[in-house]
């Protein structure tokens, strides 16, 4: 636990231990449901509910099964625009990510603006067709919106939220308590390029090999990686959560890799053993990294995701993900044990082993 | 058409003709979409698209007639404490009463909140309790959620955005475009509350009769008229509107009681003319805003609607309305006419006319 304090820190929004602290000690606490309880990335609603709905002398809507993904994320990054994208791709990306992770297909988004008087219109407008662009290509649709404008120093340039609605498929049932011992940990792809990129542009740093944002909408992935495992075989049937091979999707932003594993360990009440040297890490990154004294493990992502397999489906889940675009580098990072529930090991290059906690304080403000 | 301007202006956020102009110019443009386009205060989602979705082997979910309404509002007031709310209850508010003029039966919220580093942890919690304590009087649920922190002097206190979920009963056309002339327009009660409470607690102003926002959710009310036209008589098949007789539900937050109106004569392509002497004005809201120089016709309203309903159901209409708690002083404000289509006309208490049209600038910067 950490001190108690009476006053919001940076490090409350650092997807760390200080979030986890606010969102049980206060969120969890008065908007007290079981759908937001289980803090995965997107809410997963039930059609039970709507079936008993009666308005005036309209008719019910008639639901068969059928469940609908829910999820929101502002977005404050500084700066606004940076190699790889900007605030409204992160913005798109970002919410179209907590969909997919959840196995919804991402169908509609809001977009909501909050504005600082005198941002110029051509920077609002760069961002706002980098989001048309970034949902067309994506197939999603930003049906609703809204503005606000504060006042010159009550904000800094610009934020977004955008809230996302996609369906979830019958029988998907993807969560981060639903991973078991013995399932591979599959990672996408290189690790720390977001935030890296975004840290070395406000520290003004250049490298010969420049560094880019990962920012990439990652549902055609999952539709691969799911593609990949249809027709399953029966001998899936056993694997534990509710028969379907993968048991859990979530890509690792704020907090970095290791927040998110141990945020799966802690929910399924499993360990996870990862391997260093098999986590991919571009040099660019780990230049930076090395010289700003940061661990990538915890550097935020923005086109990543990890995903939990049942043994029996990794390796046709991996070769899936290495045809995809966005999973060319993917990697079989670890396996999911018994042992040392709710821990997360590293095996490092050096072949110690070091117990990997949740990030504490904040190392990256405004990342995303 | 305003002066070109290369930079956001407060007015931008206004929720007036220049809010307009953005929403058009940039948004629409680029957003291009028809069910933004609509631009009502949720989006309405029609279910066929989702009939063709497959994901992998999961078989796609069954649909039948089926619609959601989705909507989405940051909320920037300042301050985030005033008589008769906070921004969290004008969140869930705001929200609840955008699903509910859609037609909607609100269901589900997420909340995003972006805090500037400093803010004290009681004045969040409050805040918290406060939309928990609304949502849950509402019968709504907050079910997703994110937290951003920013550095000091890059936000003020407490931004929040919430969208939600309503699901959309059968049959029910709501909508700016269904207005037809002869229709009655009711008002749920006294305009310029919020807008003059916001704006006497940042004058530090004080009087006899202290003002007090009218922050409401308004999906009761909604649905109490809704109620009292069941089952419909048989003559309502052709007042237009798809033979429902409340074609349009309109809540006057930003902008005011004219600027919607204006809205819906645009939209409807009607005239609409309103009786001045019987708009409800709290005696305390005129001589704030004779004191400071406004207009109640042009001041926020956080718990106040506007219908536009068929002549024949009118009295039955606001009969439901003046026997629930949030609609007690609600009264037939005008008509909607053939005449001057796209014009609002005000017949003032002098006897004379005037046209009454959107606001122009920003009045009130950070009202909601």
Redesign the interface.
């Known amino acids: 636990m950490s001190e108690p304090?009476?006053?919001?820190?940076?490090?409350?929004?650092?997807g760390g231990q200080l979030?986890h602290e606010?969102?049980e000690r206060?969120?969890l606490k008065?908007?007290?449901?079981p759908?937001?309880a289980r803090l995965d990335d997107?809410?997963v609603?039930q059609a039970g509910?709507?079936a008993s709905?009666q308005?005036?002398?309209?008719?019910?809507?008639?639901?068969?099964?059928?469940?609908?993904a829910?999820?929101?994320?502002?977005?404050?990054v500084?700066p606004i625009f940076f190699p790889g994208g900007d605030v409204g791709k992160l913005a798109v990306c970002g919410t179209i990510n907590d969909l997919a992770t959840s196995g919804a297909?991402p169908?509609?988004l809001?977009?909501?603006?909050?504005?600082?008087?005198?941002?110029?219109?051509?920077d609002?407008?760069q961002v706002?067709?980098s989001?048309?662009t970034t949902?067309q290509a994506a197939g999603v649709?930003?049906?609703?919106?809204?503005?606000?404008?504060?006042?010159r120093?009550?904000?800094?340039r610009l934020?977004i939220?955008t809230?996302g609605?996609g369906?979830?498929?019958?029988?998907?049932e993807l969560g981060g308590d639903q991973v078991r011992p013995g399932d591979a940990v599959i990672l996408s792809g290189t690790i720390g390029d977001h935030g890296m990129t975004i840290m070395s542009q406000r520290e003004g740093l250049r490298f010969d090999s420049p560094l880019v944002s990962d920012c990439a909408p990652l549902h055609g992935l999952v539709?691969a990686m799911?593609?990949a495992?249809?027709?399953?075989p029966q001998s899936w049937g056993g694997a534990g959560g509710g028969g379907r091979a993968i048991h859990c999707l979530r890509d690792p932003t704020r907090g970095g890799l290791a927040t998110t594993l141990n945020e799966v360990a802690s929910k399924s009440g499993v360990g996870i053993e990862i391997e260093e040297r098999i986590i991919p890490v571009r040099d660019a990154v780990r230049a930076t990294c090395e010289l700003l004294g940061f661990d990538p493990l915890y550097v935020a992502n923005e086109g990543k995701l990890v995903a939990f397999v049942a043994p029996i489906a990794a390796d046709v889940v991996l070769a899936a993900m290495r045809a995809h675009e966005y999973g060319q580098e993917a990697a079989i990072i670890g396996r999911v044990t018994a042992e040392h529930a709710g821990r997360v090991v590293l095996h490092t290059t050096l072949g110690t082993r070091r117990i990997v906690g949740m990030l504490v304080g904040?190392q990256l403000?405004?990342i995303c």
């Not at 809001?110 to 051509?122: K, T, V």
């Not at 649709?141 to 006042?151: L, M, N, R, W």
């Not at 120093?153 to 800094?156: E, L, N, Q, Y």
């Open positions: 304090t009476t006053k919001i820190l940076l490090a409350h929004g650092s979030s606010l969102v206060l969120f008065h908007f007290d449901n759908i937001l997107a809410a609603l509910k709507w709905l308005v005036g002398d309209l008719p019910t809507c008639r639901l068969a099964d059928f469940r609908l829910f999820t929101t994320d502002s977005y404050v500084s297909v169908l509609y809001s977009a909501g603006f909050i504005i600082e008087e005198g941002l110029e219109l051509a609002l407008e706002v067709v989001m048309a949902a649709q930003i049906v609703t919106g809204d503005t606000k404008v504060v006042d120093g009550k904000a800094d934020f939220n809230a609605i369906v979830v498929p019958i029988g998907m539709a799911l593609d495992l249809s027709p399953p904040e403000p405004r």
